[in-house]
C-alpha cells in the first residue's frame, strides 16, 4: 500500500475485555513500531519489531499488553483485560532500515482505544 | 530521561509570521527528529539533524541543533493556516535506543 494502515480506526470496549489493533506497514519496512498516546503528550514508545521478532519490548507498560509480526510484515497488538487507562491512540510506524531505528518512521493515522 | 521537552506548549501566530518552537533534552543523542501531527492521528516526519550537524534547511522549515546546550530549534518561516498542527521532537540516544518524544507545541497560524 502506499502508507501505515492500522484497523479499526476507532474501538470502543468495556473494562475486562479483549482487544486487538491490527497494523499494516509500508511494503518492504523491516522495522515496525507502536506507540501509545495519550491525550496531550507525545508518542510513547510501546515495542519495535525488526523482521518476525520483537527486538525491543521494554517499552510494554505490564503482561497485559503483547504483539506479534509473524511473518515480518502485519502486527497485531493485543491487550488483555483493559483498563480504563488503556484509553489511548495507538499509533504504529514503519522503517526502511532495520539497522538504524533513528532514521525517519512513516506512521499509521492511530486506532483510537477507549475503554468504558 | 532524553525526553524531548519542545517549548511553548502553544503558540498562536499570523499567517506570514516566522513561528519558532524549541526543544530540549538531557542526555547525549544520535539525531533529533521533527514531526508533524494533524488531528490528533498520524504523526508526519520533517526533518531529522544529527548530533554532528548544527544547521539544517529544507523548504520554509529551518532547524538548529546545539547539543552543548542540549536544544533544537525548528523555525517555519512565512507560516501558512495549513501548518496549523503539533509539532513533535524526538530524540534517539547512543546506541539502538527508542526514539522519545517530547509533549509538543501546538501551533495555530490565523489566516
Known amino acids: 500500500g502506499a502508507g501505515v494502515s492500522q484497523t479499526p480506526s476507532n474501538k470502543v470496549t468495556e473494562k475486562g475485555k479483549y482487544v486487538e489493533l491490527r497494523c499494516d506497514p509500508i511494503s518492504g519496512h523491516t522495522a515496525l513500531y507502536w506507540y501509545r498516546q495519550s491525550l496531550g503528550q507525545g508518542p510513547e514508545f510501546l515495542i519495535y519489531f525488526q523482521g518476525t521478532g520483537a527486538a525491543d519490548d521494554s517499552g510494554l507498560p505490564n503482561d497485559r499488553f503483547f504483539a506479534v509480526r509473524p511473518e515480518g510484515s502485519v502486527s497485531t497488538l493485543k491487550i488483555q483485560r483493559t483498563e480504563r487507562g488503556d484509553s489511548a491512540v495507538y499509533l504504529c510506524?514503519?522503517?526502511?532500515?532495520?539497522?538504524?531505528?533513528?532514521?525517519?518512521?512513516?506512521f499509521g493515522p492511530g486506532t483510537r482505544l477507549t475503554v468504558l | 530521561s532524553q525526553q524531548g521537552e519542545e517549548d511553548p506548549q502553544a503558540l498562536s501566530i499570523q499567517e506570514g509570521e516566522n513561528a519558532t518552537m524549541n526543544c530540549s533534552y538531557k542526555?547525549?543523542?544520535?539525531?533529533l527528529q521533527w514531526y508533524r501531527q494533524n488531528s490528533g492521528r498520524g504523526l508526519v516526519h520533517l526533518i531529522l539533524?544529527?548530533?554532528?550537524?548544527r544547521e539544517k534547511h529544507s523548504g520554509r522549515l529551518r532547524v538548529t541543533l546545539d547539543t552543548s546546550k542540549k536544544s533544537s530549534s525548528l523555525l517555519i518561516t512565512a507560516s501558512r493556516a495549513a501548518d496549523t498542527a503539533s509539532y513533535f521532537c524526538a530524540v534517539r540516544g547512543r546506541g539502538n535506543t527508542p526514539l522519545v518524544f517530547g509533549k509538543g507545541t501546538r501551533l495555530s497560524v490565523i489566516a
Open positions: 539533524i544529527r548530533s554532528n550537524e
Open positions: 510506524a514503519s522503517s526502511l532500515n532495520p539497522g538504524d531505528r533513528g532514521n525517519e518512521q512513516f
Open positions: 542526555t547525549s543523542i544520535n539525531n
